[in-house]
Structure formats: C-alpha cells, structure tokens
C-alpha cells in the first residue's frame, strides 16, 4: 500500500502540481483536493498519512502571507487537524507528518503549529534566487540530507522569534535548516542569508520533527538540471567520466516523508 499525501489546494496556491509531483516521483499516492472539499467532508484528513502546505500566495497574501488561509483552516478544520496530529498511521505506531513549503509555512505558522513567525525581507522586495542549506534537526524529513540547494521565490520569509523561542529552536533541536554559504550562493556570487533571518533560520520543526515548515523549495529541485549551475556540472561529471545525477537533491525531502511509513 502506497503512502497516501494530500495537497492542498485553493485560493491563491499555485505550486500544489510540483509538490504532488515530488511526492509522486518518491513513490506516494498524490490527491491535489481543494480546501473547501474537506471542509465539506468529501475529503477525510484521517485517510492520509502526509499533509501538504504548498507554496504561492494564498487570498494574495492581502492581510498577510498565509493569515487568511490559516483562518479558514482553523475555523472550519482545527479539531480535524488535531486529530491528525495525534492520530498513528493504521500500519504502525507513529504520528502522520505535516509540510508547509514557503506559503505553507507561513499558514503553519499563523496556525500556531510551527513556532516564531515570518515577516518581510530585509530588502522589502520579493526575492527569487537560490540558496544552500545546512541541516540541523531531528526529523524524520532529513534523514540523510548533509546539504540542501533549492530556490527561494518570497517577499516575507525572514524568519523571527523571540530569544526564548529561539532558545527552545536551538535547544529541543527544532531549527530544521539554516541558510550556509554553498554551491549555489557561491556560483551566483550572493550572500548566504537572503532575506535577513534571525540566525540564518529557513526552516523549522515541531511534534518532535513531525511538522516541517521551509521557506525554500524542494519542490524546485527535483531535477538535476534545474540548478543555476547545471550545465558546469555536467561538464565536470563528464570530465570525470561519470554522469550528471538525474534528480536534484530536493527529492530526498519528498522520499523522507515517504520512506517514513515503510
């Protein structure tokens, strides 16, 4: 039986297909279901094991990146949400896994499912470029993972939180990423942190690493040739006499959520 992930959709989401397609790619059953099916009760919760958050700009971000959304899931969805959370899989004992990707993690955020918040970037512009990320916590979406190059596509992903907060992050391992100097932000000549995060912060954990919450795309990256420095890659890997990988180091996050209930 194939893991079971819905993504949800509605109101401004527009990256619901990349994301389906990672968890397709890792080997899941993908539904793309629109918000209002659930709150209508054609769609159960409790029939899937992984819960998608995709990216975009939900009710255009009007009265804040991912607040009007978090609302109409909090109203009309947060005892179904509760009990995901703390409903087991029905092949084993562990809790389900929550995604929120850029979009989707501020609606966690505002949900007050993920801790501290996401405001504007230091610039105050919208940014799209590509940053490299330094795992840090314990979950079980990064196992495996030593390094991360994806793009970022937003204009409030400055993560903050207060120091107590981010004291609790450092200390119950809840930082999921952090914005580090790498491959990609050293090929393009950019700083590491793109948006100002309080302590380089681009993602971050909660229900003991169950729910990740990512500024960056994974759903992005799924293809080797998506990277800005692809075609130099290439050249290396033929030099070397071997091939250029197939797909991009975003996959694992999707294979991780996947793997997790085999």
């Known amino acids: 039986m194939k893991t079971r992930v819905l993504i949800f959709s509605g109101y401004g989401l527009n ?92 609606i966690l955020t505002q949900l007050g499912l993920l801790p501290g918040a996401l405001t504007f970037n230091d610039s105050n512009r919208y940014i799209d470029r590509w940053v490299d990320l330094k795992p840090e916590g314990d979950s079980p979406w990064l196992r495996g993972i030593e390094k991360l190059s994806v793009p970022i596509a937003h204009g409030e992903g400055k993560f903050i939180a207060d120091k107590k907060t981010l004291a ?15 491959e990609t932000s050293t090929y393009q000549d950019l700083p590491a942190n793109p948006n100002g995060a309080m302590e380089n912060i681009a993602g971050v954990l909660s229900h003991k690493g169950r729910v990740l919450g990512m500024m960056p795309h994974p759903d992005r990256h799924l293809f080797s040739i998506q990277r800005p420095d692809w075609p130099l890659l290439k050249e290396q890997a033929k030099r070397a006499g071997t091939l250029l990988p197939e797909h991009g180091q975003g996959l694992q996050i999707f294979k991780n959520g996947v793997e997790y209930f085999r």
């Open 15 to 106: 990256c619901e297909e990349e994301t389906a397609y990672g968890f397709t790619l890792a080997g899941a059953s993908t539904d793309i279901v629109h918000i209002n099916d659930v709150i209508d009760g054609r769609v159960k919760l409790k029939d899937y094991q992984i819960l998608a958050f995709p990216g975009g700009f939900s009710y255009g971000d009007d009265t804040g990146s991912g607040k009007a959304y978090a609302n109409r899931v909090r109203n009309h969805l947060g005892k179904e949400l509760k009990d995901f959370l703390k409903r087991d899989t029905p092949r084993q004992s562990r809790g389900k896994l929550i995604i929120g990707i850029c979009n989707g993690f501020q």
């Open 168 to 182: 609790e992050l450092k200390k119950k391992k809840q930082v999921a990423f952090r914005y580090v100097k790498g």
